[in-house]
């Protein structure tokens, strides 16, 4: 057995929203080989397997693939580390170095959208053509859309369908942000969902920042499969 946590992450201001992580902080104990079917026979949108809570060593996946880097998994777990009082200051997915921060409502991670796996993204022509969107069958190449509620204030409202990903919507994705702040290169905030809210704010370096509030849905023990 192990102990699995469960997070929401990017929950929106009013409390809606936010999507749904599996972590193990116990991560190591779970053999390589186990990890992929774990994360398919759980459903979330990511699994997080923490291998190093000191070294802040981390593997990704969803449920039909191992993921380099993601978002939402990044500020789930830098929330969960504040939460145990793990040591890192910073969390190693296999694509590189993710420094995190915290402020009194939100977790940030800073990483560089190089890193973002590739799919399309779609500018629509307003809100409601977003909430239409006729999403792809799952197996079939997936899309991100959005269009600006706000362009001069920097709001958008997105969806995203990572169907190849085995994943028929993601209610919301930090890597998405990610790549969406490397786009753009200005401050946004994304509301996606049923009611997520990521912020976004691109770095003078190239990187680019994203922050969320995460909530605590449950601990509990998880026999693998």
Do not use: K
């Amino acid at each position: 057995m192990s102990e699995l946590t469960v997070l929401r992450v990017f929950v929106g201001p009013d409390g809606r929203g936010g999507n749904p992580l599996g972590v193990f902080l116990d991560g190591a104990a779970i053999p390589a080989p186990r990890r992929q079917a774990t994360a398919a026979d759980l459903g979330y949108s990511e699994t997080v397997f923490v291998d190093d809570a000191a070294e802040g060593a981390i593997r990704i996946f969803t449920p039909a693939a191992e993921l380099p880097f993601a978002g939402h998994p990044t500020v789930g777990t830098a929330w969960l580390f504040l939460e145990t009082g793990a040591p890192a200051t910073v969390l190693r997915p296999p694509a590189g170095e993710v420094p995190f921060q915290h402020d009194a409502e939100r977790t940030w991670v800073r990483a560089d959208p190089a890193w973002v796996h590739s799919f399309r993204r779609d500018r629509l022509a307003s809100p409601a053509a977003v909430d239409a969107f006729v999403p792809p069958r799952m197996g079939e190449p997936g899309i991100y859309v959005w269009a600006w509620i706000d362009e001069g204030g920097g709001a958008v409202r997105a969806r995203y369908f990572p169907t190849d990903l085995g994943i028929a919507e993601d209610e919301a994705t930090g890597a998405a942000a990610v790549a969406m702040g490397g786009d753009l290169r200005r401050d946004l905030t994304i509301r996606q969902g049923v009611g997520s809210e990521i912020l976004v704010r691109p770095q003078s370096d190239g990187t680019v920042e994203i922050g969320g509030r995460v909530q605590l849905v449950e601990r509990r023990e998880y026999a693998l499969p």
